[in-house]
Structure formats: C-alpha cells, structure tokens
C-alpha cells in the first residue's frame, strides 16, 4: 500500500478544557498519512482515480474550523472519521498539534490511527 500525505495543515479552533480557553480561538496543526494504491491514479493520469489531498484539506480545514470541542482526542478521532467516511481511504494516521497549549513545550499533540491498512 502507497501513502497520500498532508504535512503541517494549519488552522485554528476554540479547544480547550479551562474556562479562558472558550472563548479564544486556538491554532492547531494537523499532519495525515493516508493509505492509497497509487497504482491507479498513476496509470490513468486522473484525479479521479487519486485520494485528492486537496478536496481532503479542504473538509477537514472546514470540519475543524466550526468545531469547538475540549479534547483535541475528540476532535482527532472526528476528523479520522470524516475522511474515513467521506473519501476512498481504508487507514490513516493523523497528528494533531496544539501549538501553544504549554509554553514550555514546542508542541503537544495526539497521535491516532485508524482503519486497515490492506
Ligand atoms: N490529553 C490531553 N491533555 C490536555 C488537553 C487535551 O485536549 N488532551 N487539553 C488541555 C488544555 O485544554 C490545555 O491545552 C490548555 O493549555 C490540557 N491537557
């Protein structure tokens, strides 16, 4: 299996447990590895017959846009599956990245994966 990926998608949300956190809008980054027999596409030369990474950025950008949930867990395991559900791949990984959710840290973040990569 090949992989289609989306390194460093940035947008931002209201996210967050604490009080302060609800009513601020937050910035968070997003990388997606996402199964694909790139076979086809490849031998059609068709976005049709892609995983387009662009269609994919563009409903999650909107997905995480209007979210507000407190777990960047939820919202990580809601994107997983909007795209599961919404376009023609069987496994990924996702990478949330709350940037500035601990001033020490460089980045906090989660790290799912979900499906079967066949
Ligand atoms: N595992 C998690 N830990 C924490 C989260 C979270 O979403 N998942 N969130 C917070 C706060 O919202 C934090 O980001 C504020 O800086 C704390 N721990």
């Known amino acids: 299996m090949d992989t289609v990926y989306i390194e460093g998608l940035e947008t931002d949300a ?9 009513g601020i809008r ?14 086809a596409a490849a ?20 997905y995480v846009r209007a979210s507000e949930f407190q777990l960047i867990e939820t919202l990580a395991e809601r994107v997983a599956d909007l795209v599961l559900a919404d ?10 990245a709350k ?3 601990v001033a020490e840290a460089a980045s906090v973040g989660v790290i799912i994966e979900r499906g079967e990569r066949s």
């Open 14 to 22: 209201v996210i967050g447990v604490y009080a302060w956190e609800r």
């Open 26 to 39: 937050q910035k968070l980054v997003i990388d997606l590895e996402l199964a694909s027999d790139n076979r």
């Open 43 to 62: 031998a059609t030369d068709a976005i049709g017959d892609a995983v387009d990474y662009d269609a994919i950025s563009k409903a999650v950008l909107a």
């Open 87 to 96: 376009f023609d791949v069987s496994w990924l990984r996702l990478r949330l």
């Open 99 to 101: 940037p500035g959710a």
